[in-house]
């Protein structure tokens, strides 16, 4: 596939997943009717990729094993594409897929062992606790990730699962099942 070929099915994959994420600019919006308007495979293409049905079984898919789309998107025949330029918008879209699945794992497991860090340190104790914000850090605890955010008073409380825990003036953190 040429060059061209190439960076117009990256720039159509692009402006796909754009529109299923319902966050195309309005440019963007009329560069993707262009695209389907301008031929009757472009809108069986479009059709297909944007059909409900397949939509939420990639959904299953992704839920019950985060691997299992890109495994259907490279042997089920509902997925696989004729021509050149259909090939390489399936593999560009498999890579996006495939990126944002890494980048959940990796934040699952962020999330898991800042879960079970928290989890010894309650093990014996119950809860609630405190500890220094440095000593969770060299426990290896990330507070770049967490499973929540909310605000209650004038406190912003986080939570990794069913833990809540508060980050107080002094650099400790309050830990509790209920806050």
């Known amino acids: 596939m040429n060059k061209s070929h190439e960076k117009k099915a990256r720039r159509i994959a692009t402006l796909l997943a754009g529109y299923m994420r319902d966050n195309l600019t309005p440019p963007e919006h009329d560069e993707l009717d262009e695209w389907v308007g301008s031929s009757d495979r472009n809108m069986r293409l479009f059709e297909e990729l944007t059909d409900e049905r397949r939509v939420q079984l990639a959904l299953e898919l992704l839920n019950d094993n985060s691997r299992g789309l890109v495994n259907k998107l490279n042997h089920d025949n509902e997925f696989k594409f004729a021509s050149s330029p259909w090939r390489q918008c399936k593999n560009y879209i498999r890579r996006l897929i495939s990126g944002q699945l890494s980048v959940i794992r990796r934040s699952n497991r962020i999330l898991k062992n800042n879960r079970q ?22 426990l290896g605890f990330s507070f770049e990730h967490c499973t929540s955010v909310r605000m209650q008073e004038s406190e912003i409380i986080f939570s990794c699962y069913e833990y809540h825990y508060i980050i ?3 650099e400790s953190l309050f830990i509790d099942r209920a806050i």
């Open 168 to 170: 107080q003036e002094n």
């Open 117 to 138: 860090i928290i989890h010894e340190l309650c093990k014996g104790k119950g809860t609630p606790i405190n500890i220094s914000k440095k000593q969770l850090e060299r």
